[in-house]
């Protein structure tokens, strides 16, 4: 947990910072040299090997090979590179805007009370599409950004491979927090985002998990094996790289602590602050996120007044330019009225992440819980 100065961040689904043992390696290879992994020279060669080394860390993490990961500049970038191959994309009502904008899709899965997405309704647009022949891309979610809820991957892929469809996942909220192996869950396509496991911003990855032939967006020399020109980010490569070689030597279940801050901070305000609603906690979640709203209070001002009271957290609703929205993921599980209401609070991704920072103290929930009921 940080407390920078003066503010104790819960706001890890938004960002992690760029983990101690990521930043040293990082720091060290900007002061070993020039390196342009084009050239075909000792610093060049170098560069090569970084990415390699990095996407075979990648690779291990999630069950893959290292060849079908490409490097973009981010999860969104991922996004958009794979969808511009596809006219006909269904995606979750509860998708990340990049996968709701750059889908342009009007043929949206429901979800029900809890967040979780509906597999009959699903099945309901595969059969309206089995007519149609064009090549179809199924998008959903493995975890949600807003509310932590877990969606039923597995089950998305085996009905839309029934219907002959192709399968993304964005996985950039999942990585570090659930097991991915896409030996065990075969999907075709997946995101992930580097600063959302503790590599810095601007590095991301499509896994072309069965090597489709894709074309790419970004054109000119050749990088990425074609898919994705320009030189490449070779310190975020490299982070990313040393992040998911940390994630890879996590224990199985390395989740106890972050869980057992939510679920005490979760008890605290149920305790302090009884009309709070919670959101997704009847479901499968991951440990680390909470996300709550009072009937009476909009996100906005709840927000400006954890930040008085050195808490960082998020709205779930927050959009890029920093103004709170309505949240979309609110409205489509049926919460009209308080989908301008909720707040998100994340903790670490995991218990490694968790060590890395300093120990957030349960006295420090308590009097968060306090500020929530105060206001
Ligand atoms: N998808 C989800 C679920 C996210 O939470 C985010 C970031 O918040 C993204 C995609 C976009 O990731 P990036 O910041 O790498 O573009």
Request: overall charge neutral; proline content about 3%; some cysteine.
């Amino acid at each position: 947990m940080i407390k920078a100065n003066t503010s104790t961040y819960l706001d890890y689904n938004a960002t992690v910072p760029t983990l101690g043992t990521v930043k040293k390696s990082m720091i060290a290879f900007m002061d070993f040299g020039p390196v342009n992994a084009s050239s075909v020279h000792f610093y060049g060669r170098k560069g090569k090997n970084v990415i390699e080394h990095a996407k075979a860390n990648i690779a291990e993490l999630i069950n893959t090979k290292s060849e079908n990961v490409i490097f973009t500049s981010s999860a969104t970038e991922s996004i958009n590179l794979l969808f511009s191959n596809f006219n006909n994309i269904i995606v979750s009502s509860i998708e990340h805007l990049a996968v709701l904008s750059a889908s342009k899709s009007d043929q949206i899965i429901s979800v029900n009370k809890n967040g979780v997405i509906d597999i009959e309704n699903l099945e309901v647009l595969l059969k309206k599409n089995s007519k149609n022949k064009k090549n179809i891309l199924v998008s959903v979610m493995w975890v949600n950004n807003e509310t932590g809820v877990v969606q039923p991957i597995e089950d998305v892929v085996k009905l839309s491979k029934k219907y002959g469809c192709l399968v993304h996942c964005d996985a950039a909220q999942a990585l570090g927090k659930v097991k991915i192996d896409l030996k065990k869950v075969d999907l075709d396509f997946l995101t992930l985002s580097g600063h959302k496991i503790g590599a810095p911003a601007g590095i991301g990855a499509l896994v072309n998990n069965k090597n489709f032939n894709l074309n790419p967006q970004i054109l000119g020399g050749g990088q990425e094996k074609g898919m994705r020109a320009g030189t490449e980010n070779i310190i975020g490569i490299l982070g990313f790289g040393e992040a998911a070689a940390i994630l890879k030597k996590m224990p199985e279940y390395s989740y106890e602590k972050v869980n057992f801050l939510r679920d005490y901070l979760s008890n605290k305000i149920k305790l302090v602050s009884p009309e709070t609603v919670f959101f997704g906690n009847n479901v499968e979640r991951v440990n680390n996120t909470l996300l709550i709203a009072s009937p009476n209070i909009p996100g906005d001002l709840a927000l400006m007044k954890l930040d008085i009271d050195a808490f960082s957290v998020s709205s779930g609703s927050a959009c890029s330019s920093g103004k709170i929205s309505q949240s979309h993921v609110l409205k489509a599980m049926g919460y009209e009225t308080l989908a301008s209401n909720s707040i998100r609070l994340s903790f670490p991704p995991n218990d490694i992440i968790l060590a890395s920072d300093n120990l957030i103290t349960t006295e420090e929930l308590d009097r968060l819980a306090q500020c929530w009921s105060n206001i």
